[in-house]
T-cell receptor
Framework: AQSVTQPDIHITVSEGASLELRCNYS??????LFWYVQSPGQGLQLLLKYFSGDTLVQGIKGFEAEFKRSQSSFNLRKPSVHWSDAAEYFCAVGAMDSSYKLIFGSGTRLLVRP | DTEVTQTPKHLVMGMTNKKSLKCEQHMGHRAMYWYKQKAKKPPELMFVYSYEKLSINESVPSRFSPECPNSSLLNLHLHALQPEDSALYLC??????????????????FGPGTRLLVL
């Protein structure tokens, strides 16, 4: 069965420091992978996505993610975190059931120290 | 334009009330989704409409009734809800809902959500 694991429930980084959020997936075919960000009380905003091709994908707000098939991972990175990046981050894999659906990880809450 | 709108932003209702949540998109997408999200949890899929037909119902109680009047609109009718139904309800849309296979267009775009409180 398809699944997504985000092993870190919380991560705290200092403003200006680099960030890596981990995501591992289990999916039988070529995965379609996404990172979404959610600020408190808000909807989900798409940060970036991977379908095929270059395994390093660039997203909005200075984020990037690298797809590593051998490790079944799609980790999100940012070289220098800003206080406004504090939010909940969800990794997701797109899958086909009777229709297309997203399978979400449990999320990682990012806290940013001044 | 990748905007999905939802109304109302907030809703408070009693257990005997009937209310509706509305979702609208003008991206020409043919698949629309309802999710329920509890605090500190990921979104849980409730329903999927593809080409205005219900294609997935994730065993949602009948007190939630979805409706897709046309390709741009998605409603969620609420009746006799329970306090545990209090949550953020998110709507999303995507290009085809997978009918053309998984393609680059199959990205889900989310609305801002409706915060529902059931008393």
């Amino acid at each position: 069965a398809q699944s997504v694991t985000q092993p870190d429930i919380h991560i705290t980084v200092s403003e200006g420091a680099s960030l890596e959020l981990r995501c591992n997936y289990s999916y039988g075919a070529t995965p379609y992978l996404f990172w979404y960000v959610q600020s408190p009380g808000q909807g989900l905003q798409l940060l970036l996505k991977y379908f095929s091709g270059d395994t390093l994908v660039q997203g909005i707000k200075g984020f990037e993610a690298e797809f590593k098939r051998s490790q079944s991972s799609f980790n999100l990175r940012k070289p220098s975190v800003h206080w406004s990046d504090a939010a909940e981050y969800f990794c997701a894999v797109g899958a086909m059931d009777s229709s297309y659906k997203l399978i979400f990880g449990s999320g990682t809450r990012l806290l940013v120290r001044p | 334009d990748t905007e999905v709108t939802q109304t109302p932003k907030h809703l408070v209702m009693g257990m005997t009330n009937k209310k509706s949540l509305k979702c609208e998109q003008h991206m020409g997408h043919r698949a629309m989704y309802w999710y329920k999200q509890k605090a500190k949890k990921p979104p849980e899929l409730m329903f999927v409409y593809s080409y205005e037909k219900l294609s997935i119902n994730e065993s949602v109680p009948s007190r939630f009734s979805p409706e897709c009047p046309n390709s741009s609109l998605l409603n969620l009718h609420l009746h006799a809800l329970q306090p545990e139904d209090s949550a953020l309800y998110l709507c999303a849309s995507s290009q085809e809902g997978g009918l053309a296979g998984l393609t680059f267009q199959e990205t889900q775009y989310f609305g801002p959500g409706t915060r529902l409180l059931v008393l």
